[in-house]
């Protein structure tokens, strides 16, 4: 619901690989954010991107990186050098219009390093 | 830098009581203050938000409050039950950067 869409649901890494995890949104919406959850913890923010072909690093982002070539999707690639990967990422999408500064959530990828 | 404290941490209440979280941020430029709640393995969901132009907003038993003087703002649940037990989150979005910056949470309780 809410048309933002993650996948997989879960996904299991080995060690030295890299990973990426999918966002899309049918929103139409501008800008898309990446966080991740440890357990117990609250959200951090890995990347941001305000428009197409443009984006910022957020607080946490050694061993992660992004693309933003549609308005659609905003993929984040977990690289080897994120030395502790298990967590909890959240894909999420600002409206426009009326709700410009409300966030909707995706449903989550839950990441395990093996 | 930018940072939201967000008390307490855990919060246990008796059915029916209210609850009161509190968040206090530190970057001048927020402007929108949205509530969240996580229901475990969830993604957060909105319950409620407050625009910097707006002292308070109530939503049937939710309310939150806005201090822009202090910096402060509050999450007021009232006649709480027990589907309300999740854990809370406040965050407040910057309008230079549009970052939103999140408290830590508060895991709330809700006893029958």
């Known amino acids: 619901d809410g048309g933002i869409t993650q996948s997989p649901k879960y996904l299991f890494r080995k060690e030295g690989q890299n990973v990426t995890l999918s966002c899309e949104q049918n929103l139409n919406h501008d800008a898309m954010y990446w966080y991740r959850q440890d357990p117990g913890q609250g959200l951090r923010l890995i990347y941001y991107s305000q428009i197409v072909n443009d984006f910022q690093k957020g607080d946490i982002a050694e061993g992660y990186s992004v693309s933003r070539e549609k308005k659609e999707s905003f993929p984040l690639t977990v690289t080897s050098a994120q030395k502790n990967p298990t967590a909890f990422y959240l894909c999420?999408?600002?409206?426009?219009?009326?709700?410009?500064?409300?966030?909707?959530f995706g449903p989550g990828t839950r990441l395990t390093v093996l | 830098g930018e940072n939201v404290e967000q008390h307490p941490s855990t919060l246990s209440v008796q059915e029916g009581d209210s609850a009161v979280i509190k968040c206090t941020y530190s970057d001048s430029a927020s402007n929108y203050f949205p509530w969240y709640k996580q229901e475990l393995g969830k993604r957060p969901q909105l319950i409620i938000d407050?625009?910097?132009?707006?002292g308070e907003k109530k939503d049937q038993r939710i309310a939150v409050t806005l201090n822009k003087t202090a910096k402060h703002f509050s999450l007021h649940i009232t006649e709480t039950q027990p589907e309300d037990s999740a854990v809370y989150f406040c965050a407040a979005l910057s309008s230079g950067t549009y970052k939103y910056i999140f408290g830590t949470g508060t895991r709330l309780k809700v006893l029958a």
């Open positions: 407050i625009r910097s132009n707006v």
């Open positions: 999420a999408s600002r409206g426009g219009g009326g709700t410009y500064n409300e966030q909707f």
